[in-house]
């Protein structure tokens, strides 16, 4: 019996079904992720607008931290001790050591001045150490230093902050103080630095780049 010839039989390929499937399930697939993705970035712009309504800018309050940095400006030294503020003229002492350059003898080891003494160590070339050595409850209270006409204005007006900026040694029991004192200065556009100091901390400026190094603004 002849058997019957069948339909497919003419043709020489035929259709390969399973990658249809394979190209129709990747589509799918692709399509579903890209709705996820979607989703998500909806809800995380919902989220962001809530934040920014439940947390208005005016609410964030900015923090300056002190870092020190090195300075080119010149540096004026006080003395926080015991609630009065001293100031430490060096440009006083080096006027009362230049009336001693022009004569024979040398100079003198020690300085008395009005509210401190100094005592002056010399070293190779121009090097040298100026021990400040204070009078017990010297300076004024801050409220005087700081007054109209007072001596912290007067020394505003020789010098601006462009050129100077003011270090403190400050006695551990005066901190609170000296953060009021410094956020003053900070308002005047001066840069302050500061070092603590026990009542038997030697106040001693050394010149030289080594030890300018620890007395830098902030």
Known sequence: MRKKKRYFDDFPWYLNLDSLVDIVSNNVGILVILSVFMAMFSLL???EQTSEKEQPFENIEK???PWSHASQKNKLLF???DDHILYLDRALVYKELKKHLTGKEALPKQIRLNQY?????TGRGHAHCLEFLTLNSAGQWWY???????L???LMKKYPPEENYLFFWVDPRNFEIFREIRESLWNQHYEVGWKPVSRDSALRYCSGIDHARTFLPQ
Request: proline share 0%; no cysteine.
């Open 45 to 47: 712009g919902k989220i």
């Open 63 to 65: 923090i300056k931290i």
């Open 79 to 81: 003395l926080l001790r």
């Open 117 to 121: 003494s100094i005592k002056l160590t």
């Open 144 to 150: 005087q230093f700081s007054r109209h006409n007072g």
């Open 152 to 154: 912290l204005q007067n």
